[in-house]
């Protein structure tokens, strides 16, 4: 046999794809460092209806397999294994050939890989991938960033191995190597917003309006059949019901300890976000979030010395079906000012490699297969389709409309969480992003003035042009040349 295409890593999200392109007609190699692997996903080829997929005994035999030119997607973890991977595939290799990491991998990585590359005449694609198990063995969230002759000999295979939505399959090409990962770094970033923003509602709906895991798990049901329909919600309505089957008794959630793990990239986007000086209030709230949740003994002893509000429930009364139906309009808004973080990081970095990412293929990639998957994404992508130099999603008129009426209750959910003691670090950031970034006057004025107080750093003002510096005491003295106070400013 000569295969179409190799994959070489076969841990679950491996296996999956490998079956995924399998059972899409494409004739697929498999390799990987343990025999005992590619065993087991030949054999999950034949028991899944004796799909075209064959293994290979090493790296050698791996690349013989495939046809001319090769396309080979590894699915390692990121870092070191990536690069022994590629090291040891291109040992086989020809120029022409495509090497495409499939891995959630730091895009400086991927832009070191593909010069390296690049000088043997071997093409280097960075592909996020999204979707989980599930998706990547029935169709996820692709997301390529690579050489566009590269992305030509790639497409054929992806663009049938992708979701399908009402505009076409979820990939497409994203732009030059780097991108690809980049976008998929934002999208996680987005998702950890996104999971936090879920937490802080299930922690108000138990707290303070002590509903029960069902009546939670309703609440979720319904509002998936609205303008929240994603799906997160979606298996947060399915985590909530379900029975603990180890004691018997009660909800497994109940029993899962408040410790969030996290694999880095939540913390790369938060750390993009600052070089790029864009700000990301809610991503940066949820990677917090996930940061004080793992010192779980030093909140367990805060718990018994910090105290929280002293009035009673009976003292700060709530309407139960008045904040279910806040807590809605409320999540909604947070939810698009996430996105609207997330999507201003990706321009930023684009306009600043000439990347040249569209933003509304961003969103259109992201309707369907991957894990941040919502109706949402529509209105998103039609927003940034109506107005491809749109400075920030949340000027788009349809969008702001929604916003605005969604403020009150916004306020109303906040106000009651912390009357109640309940953190809402994402809600909140999202609701001051918008309160920010709505006013043409913001207290950066006293900031500036304090600045050029201590260290001379100089200000503009607002009924000249000019950049001046004040005398603010007499033992402030002449800087000089003001124009040299201003180097290094970002």
């Given at each position: 046999m000569s295969c179409d295409v190799g994959l070489y890593g076969l841990a679950v999200m491996g296996q999956n794809f490998a079956l995924n392109m399998a059972s899409h007609g494409f004739e697929v190699c498999v390799g990987n460092r343990s025999p005992a692997k590619v065993e087991l996903t030949v054999n999950r080829a034949k028991s899944e209806g004796n799909l075209p997929l064959v293994g290979s005994s090493d790296a050698g035999d791996f690349v013989r397999q495939l046809s001319k030119p090769r396309k080979i997607i590894i699915l390692v973890m990121a870092g070191k294994p990536v690069d022994d991977t590629i090291a040891t595939l291109t040992q086989y290799l020809d120029a022409g050939d495509v090497i495409v990491d499939g891995g959630n991998e730091w895009f400086q990585n991927t832009l070191r890989r593909s010069k390296t590359l690049e000088a043997k005449g071997i093409h280097f694609i960075g592909m996020g991938i999204s979707g989980g198990e599930e998706g990547a063995r029935n169709g996820p969230s692709l997301m390529p960033g690579g050489p566009k002759v590269a992305y030509d000999m790639l497409a054929p295979i992806i663009t049938k191995c992708a979701a399908q939505v009402n505009d076409g399959p979820c990939t497409g090409y994203v732009g030059p190597v780097g991108s690809g990962n980049y976008v998929k770094m934002i999208h996680n970033g987005i998702e950890y917003g996104d999971m936090q923003l879920i937490g802080e509602v299930y922690d108000i709906m138990r707290h303070v309006l002590k509903l029960s895991n069902e009546e939670m798990a309703d609440i979720f049901t319904e509002w998936n059949k609205g303008e929240l329909d994603c799906y997160?919600?979606?298996?947060?309505?399915?985590?909530?019901?379900?029975?603990?089957?180890?004691?018997?008794?009660?909800?497994?959630?109940?029993?899962?300890?408040?410790?969030?793990?996290?694999?880095?990239?939540?913390?790369?986007?938060?750390?993009?976000?600052?070089?790029?000086?864009?700000?990301?209030?809610?991503?940066?709230?949820?990677?917090d979030a996930r940061y004080i949740s793992a010192r779980k003994d030093e909140r367990v002893r805060a718990s018994s010395i910090l105290k929280g509000p002293e009035m009673t429930a009976a003292e700060i009364p709530v309407n139960k079906a008045q904040l279910i139906e806040d807590l809605k309009y409320a999540l909604y808004a947070s939810k698009v000012c996430s996105y609207a973080q997330g999507l201003g990081i990706i321009k930023s970095c684009s306009d600043d490699m000439n990347w040249n990412v569209n933003l509304s293929e961003c969103a259109r990639l992201w309707k369907g297969g991957c894990i941040i998957r919502a109706a949402l994404l529509q209105k998103i992508q039609d927003a940034l389709a109506r107005d491809g130099k749109l400075p920030?999603?949340?000027?788009?008129?349809?969008?702001?409309?929604?916003?605005?009426?969604?403020?009150?209750?916004?306020?109303?959910?906040?106000?009651?969480?912390?009357?109640?003691?309940?953190?809402?670090?994402?809600?909140?950031?999202s609701l001051n992003y918008f309160d920010s970034y709505r006013r043409a006057s913001l207290p950066a004025n006293m900031t500036q003035a304090q600045r050029d107080f201590f260290g001379g750093h100089t200000y503009e003002r607002t009924d000249r042009d000019g950049v001046f510096h004040?005398?603010?005491?007499?033992?402030?003295?002449?800087?000089?040349?003001?124009?040299?106070?201003m180097a290094g400013e970002v």
């Open positions: 997160l919600i979606e298996i947060t309505a399915k985590i909530l019901p379900k029975k603990d089957d180890l004691t018997g008794t009660g909800y497994v959630l109940d029993y899962i300890l408040d410790k969030t793990g996290m694999k880095g990239t939540g913390r790369w986007t938060i750390q993009e976000a600052a070089e790029r000086s864009v700000a990301a209030p809610t991503m940066a709230a949820s990677l920030n999603l949340i000027l788009d008129p349809v969008i702001a409309g929604e916003l605005n009426e969604r403020t009150s209750a916004w306020r109303r959910v906040i106000v009651t969480a912390v009357a109640y003691g309940i953190s809402t670090p994402a809600m909140s950031g004040t005398a603010w005491t007499d033992a402030h003295k002449s800087i000089g040349d003001i124009s040299e106070r």
